[in-house]
């Protein structure tokens, strides 16, 4: 069974603190990996994606790693910011069948002033 | 471009009611998911649409929760009757295509409580 595991399940930070989030998968064939981040009352919003070939992406402040080997992700926060807090996830999709992604629990960052 | 848009925004119903969302998907869009997200969970695939047909809808409660794409477009998701337990968001979302790294554009949601 496919599954996606993150930790820690919450986090709280002083604002300009960096933090990295984890996320565990077992999806297999592996397609991509996608890190999401959703503001409270909003839909997810793509921050980062990788293919099984590569194994670092960066989006601004945000810097996911990705190990194909032990199926292991890790989204990094650099100088965190107060719009930083909300809840990120971690998502994974098969390279066949019905393509249908897996999504994590989500890690719910507090970023405090 | 415009993004995904869902109405309504919230709906509180009592148990047994039955209850509708809307959603229509970024413009040529094929793949089209429904989504429920209980607090603190990450979101779970209720049905996946290709253009109008289904593409997976194991984990839909059919004895309940209905969904339909007639033209490829909007599509709509219903529950009848509604239990406590689907209090929940309800999120749609579209991609261009099924497979590969296409993103999944998402909508802000549907908060559904039930009491």
């Known amino acids: 069974k496919n599954q996606v595991e993150q930790s820690p399940q919450s986090l709280i930070i002083l604002e300009g603190k960096n933090c990295t989030l984890q996320?565990?998968?077992?999806?297999?064939?592996?397609?991509?990996l996608r890190w999401y981040k959703q503001d409270t009352g909003r839909g997810p919003v793509s921050l980062t994606i990788?293919?099984?070939?590569?194994n670092t992406k960066s989006n601004g402040r945000y810097t996911a790693t990705l190990d194909a080997d032990t199926k292991q992700s890790s989204l990094h926060i650099t100088a965190s910011q107060l719009s930083d807090s909300a809840s990120y996830i971690c998502?994974?999709?098969?390279?066949?069948?019905?393509?249908?992604?897996?999504f994590g629990r989500g890690t719910s960052l507090i970023v405090h002033p | 471009e415009a993004g995904v848009a869902q109405s309504p925004r919230y709906k509180i119903i009592e148990k047994r009611q039955s209850v509708a969302f809307w959603c229509n998907p970024i413009?040529?869009?094929?793949?089209l998911y429904w989504y429920q997200q209980i607090l603190g969970q990450g979101p779970k695939l209720l049905i996946q649409?290709?253009?109008?047909?289904?593409?997976?809808d194991s984990q839909l409660p059919k004895d309940r929760f209905s969904a339909e794409r007639l033209k490829g477009v909007d599509s709509t998701l219903k529950i009848q009757p509604a239990k406590l337990e689907d209090s929940a968001v309800y999120l749609c979302?579209?991609?261009?295509?099924?497979?590969?790294?296409?993103?999944?554009?998402f909508g802000p949601g549907t908060r559904l409580t039930v009491t």
């Open positions: 649409f290709q253009n109008n047909g289904v593409v997976d």
């Open positions: 990788m293919t099984f070939s590569e």
């Open positions: 413009s040529g869009h094929a793949t």
């Open positions: 998502v994974v999709r098969p390279e066949e069948g019905s393509y249908i992604p897996t």
């Open positions: 979302a579209s991609s261009l295509v099924l497979a590969g790294t296409y993103e999944q554009y």
């Open positions: 996320c565990n998968y077992t999806v297999s064939p592996f397609s991509n």
